[in-house]
């Protein structure tokens, strides 16, 4: 962590937002601060903090619930959305949240930058900050890439995704859908499966640390060549005192049975070439979330996907466009969860700068100072 | 105890008078350790003294020990073609820095070392180097390591060739490797095979377990080694009904699976030699999760309870073969004790920053690791894993027998009348594995910044100064 010195953090200029005091709007959040400079996975994030974005989403909820959904929280600082990958829902997502802090947004695609010229990734995260950044969003298709970035850069990272490894901000607004649909906002004890490509997915990953965490009663359900070594992952965590405990399975009705949540993952097509698979129709007809395998699932459950989806494969349209579906509450609320977090990690990027580090946080009353 | 040189300082000037008194021997090339003294006189080993107990009182194995110079089957000087990573005088000043006096270079250069010509401007490097570290040299088993026609085996032999290996790329076809280990056969050479199945390995950036599922890094399985160690052996079996001569040497095991192989071939009666590496037999892929615990350290918890103190996908730990699990590093460990593994190499891979400083998926495999070999087998020495003197052994003895197998003459071990060529280690001292402190050009080790265990204070090579403290 050469960049992450205390010196240079303190040394960063102070973001306008966290001049404005802020008044907290639940008693439960007294005491607990966000202390991490980077968010790049939930594996160190403990529950409290987990419960402090909650909050800080929920005030920035009712933000978006005004006709002018702006406030200044980030007004001056510069926000880099550094996109490796393609994408639409995540990257957009992010700037929406981004402007509407009213941060100073600057937008890289890998592809139209001195990257595709070879640049490495450390000389772009450098030319990123030289040329003003105080947090850089970054997606990247190779796992680690996000710590990697955060090794070299003196303001905030937020992992938008790095490789199959981590996707935080998506399993974290995935939680805050959950907590607003399931009746009483408690996952105790609630069974919810994640179905699908299991192994490549980073959206899988970081929702173990966080549905575990959240005292859900976890299944992953997936063909076997798709959820090779997470069998010894579930064995492992079963061994350790303090870690979410999960299930692992191939056989969907097991799966499925009496399940509270289901979240069916993409399906990537390449799977098939590199021989994972025998073919999409096979895993369709055997691991795609029908009406009929969703009536295996309690009455009331919920289906989630983290998008993009390739209806009638993984999920079936009209499980997609179910009553029970809250796969747009997740985009909308994907937008709130990264301003939550942009917000707090502004208030870490800068040392001794008021905000979230410095006590209670979240309430949308003071975000519309 | 006490050291007296006369006339030291340049690197590779004789050693006109050195004495070297109550000290602790460590022979395994004699197979002999104990209190002992050491005249050298104008490069030779004048007196070698073994005292008995009374004389000996008070010399204690932990001090100052004095062991033949140390032998590495395998290693990297990049030269030519990757000059900016290593050349053959650094990496000779850094393997003199180590303890070692003689090392066998890989052919994985720019150009491949595959005809007489590659392999004569590489001696003559090391010859202008001024280092008197020994350099052997293995040749090519394949055209530009291709894999798809043989090299001029007999040429290289004849220029000195050591053995053959593709290393850095295994022998993708069974067919060559037939061929090539019945031709390399009849010309008394070993064929030093790196196992690995690369459909297997397609992409894959750490071992196939708990960490690389955690981290989310592409698995590679063990059996991508155990199943090319298998085709290897039956192979080999098939060959010697032609060629008795034929051996096979599988480099730098790591697996349980493939190190049983082994032993059951040998125990079967197979010419087959294998070595494993410091950094399999004491490092695990839980530093890739930012441990920094000894393999032999990890108790029975499972990873994720154990403690992380550095950042995950530090790519000096990214290497082929993978750190593996703990397990597989233990089963390394315990095939040097009971002979299954022949030697330790070192596997010296040297990168430039640039190659190491990237994604860890992108970055380059290899660890720079000839300076800190005896250091971590000291660590295993001193954690009562490993007697010193089969740690001595598998970095003198074990690799001698193997090359002198294939021609070689040296490593005559602490006997009067012989060239001096030893290392004289302090092993009450530590030393801070820094970069500076590296004398490779490559910087790619995940020692960094850890005290090792056991200064080197000298080594003498030929009778001449490789290295003084």
């Known amino acids: 962590m050469t960049a992450a010195s205390p010196d240079r953090a303190a040394s960063a200029p102070v973001a306008t937002a966290h001049q404005v005091p802020l008044v907290d709007a639940e008693p439960a959040s007294q005491g607990t601060t966000w202390a991490h400079r980077h968010l790049l ?61 009213s941060a100073d947004v600057v937008n890289i695609a890998a592809a139209s930058s001195s990257v595709s010229k070879g640049e490495s990734l450390i000389d772009t995260i450098r030319t990123v900050e030289a040329l003003g950044a105080r947090m850089i969003v970054i997606r990247h298709p190779t796992s680690g890439a996000a710590d990697l970035a955060a090794e070299h850069f003196s303001g905030s990272i937020l992992n938008g995704g790095d490789g199959w490894h981590a996707h935080p901000s998506q399993a974290l607004l995935d939680l805050f859908t959950l907590r607003e649909r399931v009746p009483g906002g408690d996952l105790h004890g609630r069974k919810i499966v994640i179905l699908g490509d299991v192994l490549h997915s980073r959206v899988a990953r970081s929702n173990i640390w966080s549905l575990t965490a959240a005292g859900a009663d976890l299944w992953l359900c997936a063909p076997a060549t798709l959820m090779r070594g997470f069998e010894r992952w579930a064995a492992a965590s079963a061994g350790v005192p303090g870690h979410g405990r999960f299930q692992v399975t191939s056989d969907i009705g097991a799966a499925l049975r009496d399940a509270d949540v289901i979240m069916a993952l993409r399906l990537q097509r390449e799977r098939m070439a590199a021989g994972l698979l025998p073919s999409l129709r096979e895993y369709a007809a055997r691991y795609g979330l029908t009406l009929e395998r969703l009536a295996l699932a309690r009455p009331d459950a919920l289906v989630m996907h983290p998008g993009p989806m390739n209806e009638g494969i993984e999920i079936a349209p009209e499980v997609a466009d179910h009553p029970r579906s809250v796969i747009t509450d997740q985009v909308t609320n994907g937008v709130a969860v990264r301003m939550a977090l942009l917000y707090l990690l502004a208030g870490t990027g800068v040392a001794g700068a008021g905000g979230a580090a410095a006590g209670p946080t979240g309430a949308a009353e003071a975000l519309g100072g | ?148 026609s043989l090299a001029a085996l007999g040429e290289l032999s004849d220029a000195g060739a050591i053995g053959f290996s593709d290393d850095g790329a295994p022998i993708r076809s069974a067919t060559i490797l037939r061929n090539g280990l019945l031709y390399a056969g009849m010309l008394g050479r070993p064929v030093v095979d790196h196992a690995e199945d690369p459909a297997l390995t397609e992409g894959a950036e750490a071992n196939e377990g708990l960490v690389a599922t955690v981290l989310g890094l592409k698995g590679w399985p063990v059996a991508a080694e155990s199943g090319p160690v298998g085709r290897g052996l039956a192979i080999l079996a098939d060959v010697l009904r032609d060629e008795p001569r034929a051996r096979l040497h599988f480099t730098h ?47 029975a918890d499972p990873w994720l309870g154990a403690a992380r103190v550095a950042g995950p996908y530090d790519t000096s730990l990214r290497v082929n073969p993978p750190l593996r699990d703990r397990f597989d590093a233990a089963a390394c460990l315990a095939a040097l004790l009971d002979g299954t593994a022949d030697a330790v190499v070192t596997d010296h891979a040297p990168h430039t920053r640039v190659d190491k400083a990237v994604e860890f998926g992108l970055a380059a495999n290899g660890i720079s690791g000839i300076e800190t070999a005896i250091g971590v087998l000291l660590a295993a020495v001193d954690a009562d894993r490993l007697p010193l003197r089969r740690a001595i052994a598998a970095l003198t003895s074990g690799p001698a027998a193997i090359l002198r197998a294939a021609g070689w003459p040296g490593a005559r071990g602490l006997v009067e009348g012989a060239p ?50």
Not at chain 1, 62 to 87: C, D, K, M, Q, W
């Open chain 2, 420 to 469: 001096a060529d030893l290392v004289v280690i302090d092993r009450s001292e530590t030393w801070l594995v820094e970069a500076a402190s590296l004398r490779s050009k490559g910087k790619n080790s995940p020692l960094l910044g850890r005290e090792l265990p056991g200064r080197v204070l000298l080594t003498v090579a030929d009778g001449r100064l490789a290295y003084e403290a």
């Open chain 2, 1 to 148: 105890m006490g050291v007296t040189i006369d006339g030291s300082g340049a690197i590779g000037r004789r050693i006109a008078d050195l004495e070297i008194s109550r000290a602790w021997l460590v022979d395994p090339i004699a197979d002999r350790e104990g209190p002992g003294e050491i005249v050298v006189h104008d490069g030779r080993l004048e007196a070698v003294t073994w005292l008995d107990a009374a004389e000996g009182a008070g010399v204690e194995p932990g001090g100052v020990i004095v062991v033949p110079g140390f032998i590495d089957l395998h290693v990297h000087l990049r030269e030519p073609g990757f000059e900016d990573a290593e050349t053959v005088a650094s990496g000779l000043a850094a393997a003199a820095h180590g303890g070692f006096t003689t090392v066998c270079a890989m052919p994985n250069t720019e150009p491949a070392i595959d005809d007489a010509g590659i392999f004569g401007r590489v001696l003559a490097a090391a010859g202008s180097s001024g280092s008197p570290v020994e350099l052997l040299v293995y040749g090519a088993l394949t055209v530009g390591r291709r894999g798809e």
């Open chain 2, 253 to 299: 095991l790591s697996t349980a699976a493939a190190l049983d192989l082994v032993r059951r071939a040998k125990a079967a009666g197979l010419p087959v030699s294998c070595d494993v590496t410091p950094h399999h037999l004491a490092l695990t892929d839980e530093w890739i999760a930012g441990s920094r615990a000894w393999a032999w350290q990890s108790d």
């Open chain 1, 41 to 101: 996975d939930l594996d160190r994030v403990t529950w409290p903090e987990i419960e402090l974005v909650m909050r800080t989403t929920q005030a920035m909820k009712e933000v978006l619930g005004r006709p002018i959904a702006r406030v200044p929280a980030l007004r001056g600082s510069g926000v880099t959305i550094l996109f490796y990958e393609a994408s639409t829902r995540t990257r957009v997502s992010f700037e929406v949240a981004a402007k509407n802090l």
